[in-house]
């Protein structure tokens, strides 16, 4: 489905969690016992009251329902529009569900060592044949979980690294998966990294192996 505003109030909580990455580590009946999204901390203190859709937070005594969290995890141009980045982030976790069923159904043999892929190739395999730009060691690409930001994206060929210079996110390839997927499980990173490489792979032979017409023979007078 694809979610608008006007669903917002009919959001569990906890879909919304798993749209932001975060799983539950815990809990009774339907109390869910979460990381806080928001911070980093060493124990889980974030409870989601399933039955009422509703959240305590026992580190800050902070409590309120799924605007609130967005409020919370909202960062830069988004917290100017809660209604939108709410219906954003359950999108994408829709498409990225999608996409990682799509991958699912295709047998994969994952024989790469993906954290050595080179991150100018995993781009290719995303559809962006060639940077926007280059300079030095550095490439920029639009980015490819965010159609409205071009050229923000910036992989290092020298670290095999990346980072967006709107959202200000960067890391490796995983991070770059998660961005796309908003799945935190590795085994299925793995898996969808290992599809869209082979894809491309498979995509790239088939283009060597087409062979050009021959010409047709002139007819002599």
């Not at 959001?11 to 539950?24: R, V, Y």
């Not at 980072?163 to 960067?170: M, P, Y």
């Not at 990294?193 to 007819?219: D, F, H, V, Y």
Request: proline fraction near 4%; charged fraction near 30%; charge should be neutral.
């Amino acid at each position: 489905m694809r979610y608008t505003e006007k669903d917002i109030p009919n959001i569990p909580l906890t879909t919304f969690m798993d749209a932001l990455g975060e799983k539950s580590v815990g809990g009774y009946g339907y109390l869910k016992l979460y990381y806080a999204p928001y911070r980093d901390d060493a124990e889980a203190l974030l409870v989601v009251d399933t039955k009422m859709n509703n959240w305590y937070d026992h580190g800050t005594d902070e409590a309120g329902d799924l605007y609130g969290l967005a409020e919370l995890t909202a960062r830069g141009d988004h917290r100017k529009d809660i209604n939108g980045y709410i219906v954003k982030m359950m999108n994408e976790y829709e498409i990225a569900k999608e996409m990682l069923t799509k991958r699912a159904i295709e047998p994969q043999v994952i024989h790469l060592d993906i954290s050595k892929i080179p991150l100018t190739d995993f781009m290719k395999a995303l559809g962006q044949e060639h940077p926007v730009a280059a300079d030095g060691d550095l490439r920029i690409y639009n980015s490819p979980y965010d159609s409205s930001a071009k050229g923000t994206m910036v992989i290092n060929i020298r670290t095999n690294l990346w980072r967006d210079t709107k959202s200000g996110a960067n890391g490796g390839i995983y991070d770059l998966a998660y961005e796309l997927t908003g799945c935190a499980n590795k085994s299925e990173l793995n898996r969808y990294i290992a599809g869209e490489m082979n894809a491309l792979q498979k995509k790239q032979t088939s283009k060597s192996e087409e062979k050009p017409l021959k010409p047709k023979r002139k007819m002599r007078l």
